[in-house]
T-cell receptor, first 113, second 112 residues
Framework: SQQGEEDPQALSIQEGENATMNCSYK?????LQWYRQNSGRGLVHLIL?????REKHSGRLRVTLDTSKKSSSLLITASRAADTASYFC?????????????FGQGTILTVHP | DTAVSQTPKYLVTQMGNDKSIKCEQN?????MYWYKQDSKKFLKIMFS???????INETVPNRFSPKSPDKAHLNLHINSLELGDSAVYFC???????????FGEGSWLTVV
């Protein structure tokens, strides 16, 4: 079954604005990873956040994790046209699912110049 | 230098054929994976190998057979291709389970 649910499914903003994407999941996790996929390309890893972490930063990216609400958010600040892509969250649960990523359906972000 | 490379990038083939997709990683990782992305962009794991040993085998038809000759390679062989096999297949690797998983550029398979 699909673990992650992403919200919104599509987001359209102007260059310079911030973009926030949310991800909810159902079972306990070991870590959560965010990926970007440009049209017709592969998946680019953005950030991994572990279950004992609450926030991580990488450049213009900020990821939060709330394990009590089983949710995560990805914030892209000062967006650029080049940020236009699909963004996926993926969770890795423990136990027998260790090593297996379960993906959400993704958020399509469009940044207008 | 490409960390996870897979070939071919595009493959168009007829139903009933047998085809292979090759994958190599130069990151020195111990764990490799195959994921499938369907037409709605939904990604799902197919297999994972750790040090050439099969760890995860999701409910995948046995027409799909992964082969890991060494820990840097994980190839995917598909027998008797069906229309429903059309998808993008991604190879990936990680140092071990629980670490960042790095994906290749994908192989676009179209079965006609």
């Amino acid at each position: 079954s699909q673990q992650g649910e992403e919200d919104p499914q599509a987001l359209s903003i102007q260059e310079g604005e911030n973009a926030t994407m949310n991800c909810s999941y159902k079972t306990s996790i070991n870590n959560l990873q965010w990926y970007r996929q440009n049209s017709g390309r592969g998946l680019v890893h953005l950030i991994l956040i572990r279950s004992n972490e609450r926030e991580k930063h990488s450049g213009r990216l900020r990821v939060t994790l709330d394990t009590s609400k089983k949710s995560s958010s990805l914030l892209i600040t000062a967006s650029r046209a080049a940020d236009t892509a699909s963004y996926f969250c993926a969770t890795e649960a423990g136990g027998t699912s260790y090593g297996k990523l379960t993906f959400g359906q993704g958020t399509i972000l469009t940044v207008h110049p | 230098d490409t960390a996870v490379s897979q070939t071919p990038k595009y493959l168009v083939t007829q139903m009933g054929n047998d085809k292979s997709i090759k994958c190599e990683q130069n990151l020195g990782h111990d764990t490799m994976y195959w994921y499938k992305q369907d037409s709605k962009k939904f990604l799902k794991i197919m297999f994972s190998y750790n040090n050439k040993e099969l760890i995860i085998n999701e409910t995948v038809p046995n027409r799909f057979s992964p082969k890991s000759p060494d820990k840097a390679h994980l190839n995917l062989h598909i027998n008797s291709l069906e229309l429903g096999d059309s998808a993008v297949y991604f190879c990936a690797s990680s140092q071990s389970q629980g670490d960042t998983i790095y994906f290749g550029e994908g192989s676009w398979l179209t079965v006609v």
